[in-house]
């Protein structure tokens, strides 16, 4: 019979968890760094032929991340904003008002309650049906695994978008 206590921890579920964790953190890292030193200014310029800007895209990431946990939580009802589109693009602006250092701390919100939601040790198989849309397969379900892992990949696809942009603004790159 052996003691317990000196075995080491080989819950894969714990693993799991701690590596989405720790990925989640890592590409926040590289959203976020790419706005290090910018001024509001900055943060809300236009520098390549799109629409997108630094602090629109924390603002975006912050707001899609947001959504999804409370998928994760409510299930398909917590989606269920209508079809009025009509101020989709003013989440990846900054508005009047708004500044870097507001939709960092926001993003930083968003982020804790995440993590703690996965710290938690959530079930990463509850799942919920997608609400309708026009991009879901009609009926398909995601987990919280697969909602936590598009996180992830919206996450990281946004801090290159933002490195394109900071690099284009001043230089400033995020590696190398």
């Not at 009509?86 to 708004?98: N, R």
């Amino acid at each position: 019979m052996s003691d317990s206590t000196t075995e080491p921890t080989t819950d894969p579920t714990s693993r799991e968890h701690a590596d989405l964790l720790e990925s989640l953190r890592r590409h926040r890292y590289f959203l976020r760094f790419a706005t290090r030193d910018l001024t509001d200014e900055q943060a809300a310029l236009h520098p390549t032929v799109s629409a997108l800007c630094l602090g629109g895209l924390v603002k975006h990431v912050a707001n899609t991340e947001e959504g999804w946990v409370d998928f994760i939580e409510q299930g398909a009802v917590a989606m269920s904003g209508g079809d009025d589109w009509s101020t989709y693009a003013e989440g990846f602006q900054m508005l009047p008002g708004e500044t870097l250092a507001s939709v960092l701390e926001r993003y930083e919100a968003v982020a804790a309650r995440t993590d703690a939601l996965v710290a938690s040790g959530i079930d990463l198989d509850l799942s919920h049906e997608l609400p309708k849309a026009p991009w879901f397969e009609p009926g398909a379900s995601w987990s919280a695994r697969r909602v936590l892992l598009h996180i992830v990949a919206e996450t990281s696809q946004h801090a290159g978008h933002a490195d394109i942009l900071r690099e284009t603004i001043d230089g400033a790159k995020t590696m190398g």
